[in-house]
Nanobody, 122 residues
Framework: VQLQASGGGLVQAGGSLRLSCVASGGTLNEDAMGWFRQAPGKEREFVAAIYWDNNLKNLADSVKGRFTISRVNVNNTVFLQMNNLKPEDTAVYYC????????????????WGQGTQVTVSS
């Protein structure tokens, strides 16, 4: 499975961005799709994940109320709508596919995209 993320960029604090990720080259079946992020000098951290039914979702406490995750299975695409962005959201955002939508550890996910940079200025 190959994952291609897009939608990153530079935005001012309080602004919004929408990340997209398309999966290809395999069958996702009932896999979860999600997002992690990694800031310079920090470990990769969980952001959000969603089950194939587009209903069961898991979000990190730091983004609840600001970020929304959704997916379109027919297109094997997952989205991350990010509102009210803060400078601390600055990071490379990685799309991922795994089997457990509740999982928050990076090592429990099976496939990774190349990452897209999100920079939030104050």
């Amino acid at each position: 499975v190959q994952l291609q993320a897009s939608g990153g960029g530079l935005v001012q604090a309080g602004g919004s961005l929408r990340l997209s990720c398309v999966a290809s080259g395999g069958t996702l079946n009932e896999d979860a799709m999600g997002w992690f992020r990694q800031a310079p000098g920090k470990e990769r951290e969980f952001v959000a994940a969603i089950y194939w039914d587009n209903n069961l979702k898991n979000l990190a406490d730091s983004v609840k109320g600001r970020f929304t995750i959704s997916r379109v299975n027919v297109n094997n695409t997952v989205f991350l709508q990010m509102n009210n962005l803060k400078p601390e959201d600055t990071a490379v955002y990685y799309c991922t596919v795994g089997r457990f939508w509740r999982a928050t550890l990076a090592e429990t996910y099976d496939y990774w995209g190349q990452g897209t940079q999100v920079t939030v200025s104050s």
